[in-house]
C-alpha cells in the first residue's frame, strides 16, 4: 500500500493448543507522506511551463517571420497595393495583354512582400499560365548578365537545354523566340527587375529588347520593376 494512506495490518496470533487463547490483533499506526521539498516544487513549474512556453515561442516567430501573416490586411481591402497590383497583373494574364508597372518606395517599406503575395496567389489561381524571371540590377546591370540569366531561367523553366557559351545575341533572339512561343500556348512571363534603376543606366540594351518584343501581338510579358529611387 502507498504511505500516502493509513496502512491498516491485522494478525490473527493463537498460541499452539490452546484454543481458548484470545485472538491478538496487531495494527500498524497510520503513516503519512513527507511533504515535498521547496527545491522539488521549485523543479517542477519550470518543467510544467516549458511546453506552454516553447508553443508560445513557435506561434510567435511563425507570425512575425511569415509574410502573409504580416500582410494578411492587404487582401482585404480593394484601394490597398497590393489590389491594385494583383488587379492589374491578373488582368494582363487573363486578357493575354502585355503591361508594365513600377514600384517605387524606400527600402523596407514592403514592395517585395506585396509583389511576392501577389505572384503567389497568381500562381494558383493560373498554374500553368505563369513564368517569372527575376533579375537584379546588382548583379545583371550587365546587358550580356542579363540576357544570359534570362536564358539560363527560360531553360529551366521549360526544361531546355542551356548552352553557357552563347553569345549575347543568341540569348536576346532566344528569349524573343521564347516570349512569341509561351505567348501561343497562352502563357504569360513576368519579368522582375529588382533594381530597375540600375538596369536604366548605359545602353539600356536589355529594357530595348524586353520592350520591343512585348509589341508583338503573339508575346504575352509582363515587366515589373522594384526601385527604391524616387527621382
Known amino acids: 500500500p502507498s504511505p500516502a494512506h493509513t496502512a491498516a495490518l491485522s494478525l490473527a496470533w493463537r498460541l499452539p493448543g490452546c484454543p481458548s487463547s484470545p485472538s491478538v490483533a496487531l495494527q500498524a499506526l497510520p503513516v503519512a507522506a513527507p511533504p515535498p521539498s521547496s527545491s522539488a516544487a521549485r ?21 512575425l517571420c511569415d509574410p502573409a501573416f504580416v500582410h494578411s490586411r492587404l487582401r482585404s481591402s480593394p484601394d490597398t497595393n497590393y ?16 503591361n508594365s508597372v513600377l514600384l517605387l518606395g524606400p527600402r523596407g517599406c514592403g514592395k517585395g512582400a506585396v509583389l511576392d503575395m501577389v505572384l503567389e496567389d497568381l500562381k494558383e489561381e493560373h498554374p500553368d499560365a505563369i513564368s517569372v524571371i ?20 527560360l531553360c529551366l523553366e521549360h526544361q ?13 533572339e532566344f528569349m524573343i523566340d521564347m516570349l512569341r512561343e509561351c505567348g501561343l500556348a497562352h502563357k504569360t ?24 518584343a512585348m509589341q508583338s501581338l503573339t508575346s504575352q510579358a509582363v515587366v515589373i520593376g522594384l526601385s527604391c529611387r524616387l527621382v
Open 43 to 63: 523543479q517542477l513549474t519550470p518543467m510544467a511551463a516549458a511546453p506552454v512556453a516553447s508553443q508560445a515561442q513557435a506561434v510567435l516567430r511563425g507570425r
Open 83 to 98: 489590389s491594385k497590383l494583383k488587379y492589374l497583373v491578373s488582368s494582363s494574364v487573363s486578357e493575354a495583354c502585355n
Open 134 to 153: 527575376r533579375l537584379n540590377g546588382m548583379l545583371h546591370s550587365d546587358d550580356n548578365c542579363a540576357t544570359k540569366e534570362i536564358a539560363r531561367q
Open 160 to 172: 531546355l537545354s542551356f548552352s553557357k557559351m552563347a553569345s549575347s545575341d543568341d540569348n536576346t
Open 189 to 212: 512571363v513576368i519579368f522582375v527587375l529588382e533594381e530597375f534603376d540600375l538596369f536604366a543606366q548605359g545602353k539600356q540594351r536589355l529594357l530595348y529588347s524586353l520592350l520591343d
